[in-house]
């Protein structure tokens, strides 16, 4: 009797709670990372829970996100959900938080969802984009948003260099010391480089990603752009499984996620992919990557 009556409160509280998804943007420059810190440690989390809390009317509000960006990393198309029983319009809930963050967060989105949608572990894929800009003398603007490498790359060596990442594979050698993540093999499905002026920008869809491996992979390629290594490098760090062998990790600052890939039956809003400097430029406004099989 006793565990009926649990179970029938636990059904009634579930039946006046809402879960709550989210598109969200930010620069991560002066945060570190999406994920709560200690006191005194600036995150993204923190400063969205904080402003939605305000439009729930004091309500606390816990978020789950698609993807926990490191320090210095930045979003487009982060996704993430709460729940609360506090009823409010999804126009409210954008605009509500937006009136409440700092400049450098914004809510693009919001809609009510199932029970069952996980804006972390409903997610089929991700897309990254990382940013560097190829130039004797760094740029004072943007200089937060994007990778200055003074070396001259020649983006061809690079997508020669690329092609051994494409499809599944043990990414052991590009992941950082300190990834959780419980296996190294993950699947890349789209890779590609794109050149626009002093712009290059790696554009990389899988299913999951390892600590640090956009990175890492960025900081390979502009080692064999530059023609510090031979294009088979990338092959010969890959196989090796080991990370000491991939070089140096690239910078934060021109990494950012800028998709999440959900089941169709979510029916999510669409955006442009970001960055917002890249949306006027042709080949970077492209329709989005083929789903996997």
Known sequence: MLETLTQAA???SAATTFRIALGVEYKGSRYRGFQRQRAGVPSIQECLEKALGKVAGGQRVTLSCA???DALVHACGQVVHFDTPVVRSMHSWVMGANMNLPGDIS???AREMPRHFDARFSAMARRYRYVIYNDPIRPAHMA?????NHRPLD???MREAARCFLGTHDFSAFRARQCQAKSPIKTI???ELVEHGRLIVLDVRANAFLHHMVRNIAGVLMTIGAGERPTEWAREVL???VRRTGGVTAHPY??????VDYPEEFELPKRYLGPHFLSALPDCRETRANPPA
């Not at 937060?144 to 200055?148: A, H």
């Not at 021109?254 to 998709?259: D, P, T």
């Open 155 to 157: 983006i061809q060596r």
């Open 189 to 191: 499905h789209h890779l």
């Open 239 to 241: 196989e090796t499984r």
């Open 254 to 259: 021109g990494l950012y996620l800028v998709e």
């Open 67 to 69: 993807g926990r960006t």
């Open 144 to 148: 937060e948003e994007v990778t200055w």
């Open 107 to 109: 809510v693009t989105w």
């Open 10 to 12: 636990i059904d009634e």
